[in-house]
């Protein structure tokens, strides 16, 4: 079997489809590099000290791991200083990562949630890097919070790497999903799976239910018709999983179908939801798209939703296409 790199892969993508320019290809093949330092991170768990919490608290509050500051340290030094960058965005931090002075500036700019499924972390469960790629619009100098609030139908590219069993890079240059897997040997990315394709269809569903009766009614209604089995109105029994790693619930769907969601909960009203736009839903929505399958906010398409923050929220259904229209139609109709 031929074997492909993911630099080959890219090559050969500049050239057959022109979908990436040399400053793209550049800028994913740092972001893979700097994924392979958090693998080994990750990997080394307690015998490098980097579990537990880093007693300090990120911009929405939370309390951030070890690894959470670690993964954001890395994806900024690594990224920093090659001139395909303007600036960074990250789960992690209250502002932009204006690029320096001192390197040139280049026209992308990278979001990322460094460490995703940070609850899994000390648990030793699948975690992963979810990035998204958006590109600086107008040519004026300088770079501001303003240039990242594009709706998310203009990334370039987007990915996630996730540290599994084995440690894979799945991603889409808006040419189709691809995954790499790390070979650990050779300390090189392999193309595994060249074409990625989500079923329209699926038995399975991911979502938190511990929370079901704080969500809207819709929502209650789609999760209820799935537990009420082969005789119920959906006439099927349906099976439930729940990682609590976005990453890896989400990586599950690509592989093999289902639908992932985090809706609106009344707890918080004013919150639409708990995941990020910019650094989980954008880059996710992107990718199940690319292979087929849809992602919604309940109401409208999240790739077309503009974000009006840095830090927004939103409500994520995604997955096998026929399943996130149902529970789509769910919520247009109680409007
Ligand atoms: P994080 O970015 O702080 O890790 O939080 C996001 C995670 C997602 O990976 C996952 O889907 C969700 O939070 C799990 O939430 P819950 O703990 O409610 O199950
Ligand atoms: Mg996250």
Not at 41 to 65: C, M
Not at 251 to 275: N, Q, S, T, V
Request: glycine letters at 8%; charged letters at 25%; proline letters at 5%.
């Amino acid at each position: 079997m031929r074997r492909v790199s993911l630099t080959q892969y890219l090559v050969e993508q500049q050239r057959e489809h022109g979908m990436i320019p040399a400053q793209l290809r550049l800028l994913i093949e740092v972001v893979a590099r700097a994924c392979k330092r958090i693998a080994i991170a990750v990997n080394k768990g307690a015998l490098g000290d980097v579990l537990g919490t880093a007693g300090s608290e990120n911009v929405q509050g939370e309390v951030q791991k070890k690894l959470d500051i670690i993964s954001n340290e890395v994806l900024i030094e690594a990224n920093e200083w090659g001139g395909h960058l303007a600036a960074m965005a990250s789960e992690e931090m209250d502002s932009i990562h204006v690029v320096p002075n001192r390197y040139p500036q280049g026209e992308y700019m990278l979001l990322f949630d460094p460490l995703d499924g940070s609850s899994n972390i000390d648990v030793n469960v699948s975690i992963g890097t979810i990035f998204s790629v958006l590109r600086k619009v107008g040519h004026t100098r300088g770079v501001s919070e303003d240039d990242f609030l594009q709706p998310g139908k203009h990334q370039a590219a987007a990915g996630y790497c996730i540290y599994g069993p084995q440690t894979m890079l799945v991603l889409t240059v808006g040419n189709g999903v691809v995954a790499f897997t790390l070979d650990r040997e050779t300390g090189s990315w392999v193309l595994t799976q060249p074409e990625i394709r989500i079923p329209e269809d699926t038995k399975e569903f991911a979502i938190n239910m511990s929370n079901m009766r704080h969500w809207a009614p819709p929502m209650r209604r789609y999760v209820d018709e799935c537990l009420a089995g082969k005789t119920g109105p959906r006439g099927k029994d349906f099976n439930m999983r729940w990682v609590a790693s976005m990453v890896t619930d989400v990586h599950r769907i690509l592989m093999r179908g289902g639908i992932f969601m985090y809706p609106w909960d009344e707890r918080e009203p004013d919150k639409p939801g708990k995941l990020r736009l910019l650094y989980e839903a954008n880059p996710m929505a992107f990718l199940v798209e690319q292979a087929g399958g849809a992602a919604t906010n309940g109401r409208e398409r999240i790739l077309d939703v503009v974000p009006a923050k840095l830090h927004e929220r939103v409500s994520v259904m995604l997955g096998s296409r026929n399943e996130v229209e149902r529970v789509t139609e769910y919520h247009r109709n109680v409007e």
